[in-house]
């Protein structure tokens, strides 16, 4: 996830894609999310297992950044909300 100029980003983890995207966007939780306004969903993958899906996540979060700038460019070059394709789709 992102923030409205992308200068900040978020990695996670959920079993519940859409449910958590929703929870950033209206702020439940006190969080880095929340304090950082990380509201654009610009990135995800799915995986097989819970325990595959935590060793992407820090896999993903050791990177630099601007390794996660060219994964999240290369799924999604404009980094539009993805969040509608979910809500519509």
């Known amino acids: 996830m992102a923030n409205e100029t992308n200068t900040v980003t978020y990695t996670g983890v959920t079993n519940d894609l859409y449910r958590r995207v929703h929870e950033h966007k209206k702020k439940f939780v006190k969080s880095f999310t929340a304090k950082y306004n ?39 070059p404009d980094w539009h909300d993805l969040y509608r394709d979910l809500v519509e789709g």
Do not use: P, W
């Open 38 to 76: 990380i509201t654009k969903l610009v990135y995800f993958e799915a995986g097989e297992g819970i325990d595959a899906c935590i060793s992407r996540e820090k896999q993903i979060k050791s990177r630099s950044r601007a390794d996660k700038v060219k994964l999240i460019g290369e799924m999604n």
